[in-house]
């Protein structure tokens, strides 16, 4: 009687395992990488940027390319005919002076021109920006998750970095939840925030 009495505490004990700690589990913190879908709330409270963001600067046209280089033993080597095109673009002497003033060589083009996916960034850092610099910051965001450009210029910039493949045109890019991390969003509020504080939009 006892070792019934027992296992049937066993048994009732066994059922009930796997009731209560998966119930904590938050999963949203997995859409904040950077090849995942973004969740719906995310996706709305980006929504507004994209439009406000892209007005003039994006369209369903581009070059498709994308980003070209290769890593070799002593550093990134950048893709000549990516950086032939990349001069032709109106902002590169504006991003190369950014990155001689930050101290940045040739393996720039191997990585992020910001940090804009994993660190917030202050109203104020991004008012001493310029207009130009502005705006490849707030683009940066969406060349990232493969955005191509109405503005070809933005294109020949991008394409130079090794990271930037563009295989989604804005209508597309628009059309489906936004894959923006809840970093990438407050930044392109922030970044049009100085932008409109300085008088560039």
């Known amino acids: 009687m006892l070792l019934c009495a027992l296992l049937a505490l066993l ?30 709330t995310e996706a709305d409270s980006g929504a507004g940027a994209s439009g406000e963001t892209q007005e003039g600067e994006t369209g369903e046209s581009g070059t498709g ?7 070799a033993g002593d550093g990134y080597v950048p893709d000549e005919e990516a950086m032939a095109a990349f001069q032709q673009s109106r902002y590169a002497q504006e991003l190369l002076d950014y ?9 720039a083009f191997s990585e992020p021109i910001f940090d804009s996916e994993t660190r917030l960034y202050t109203q ?5 920006l310029s207009a130009d610099l ?7 965001i969406y060349a990232r998750h493969g955005m191509i450009f109405g503005e070809e ?3 020949q910039l991008y394409g130079a970095f090794s990271w930037y493949e563009g295989t989604t045109s804005m209508a597309e890019f628009e059309s489906q939840p936004l894959p923006f991390n809840e970093t990438e969003i407050a930044n392109i509020h922030t970044v049009i ?5 300085n008088g560039y939009r």
């Open 134 to 140: 502005c705006k490849i910051f707030r683009n940066e």
């Open 11 to 40: 048994l009732a004990a066994c059922s009930g395992a796997g009731d209560g700690p998966e119930a904590t589990v938050d999963f949203g913190q997995y859409h904040s990488d950077s090849t995942g879908a973004a969740s719906e």
């Open 193 to 197: 925030d100085a932008e409109e504080a």
């Open 65 to 71: 390319e994308t980003g070209a280089g290769e890593s």
């Open 124 to 128: 104020e850092e991004l008012m001493e």
């Open 99 to 107: 990155f001689a003033a930050e101290g940045r060589g040739d393996e």
């Open 153 to 155: 210029d933005l294109n």
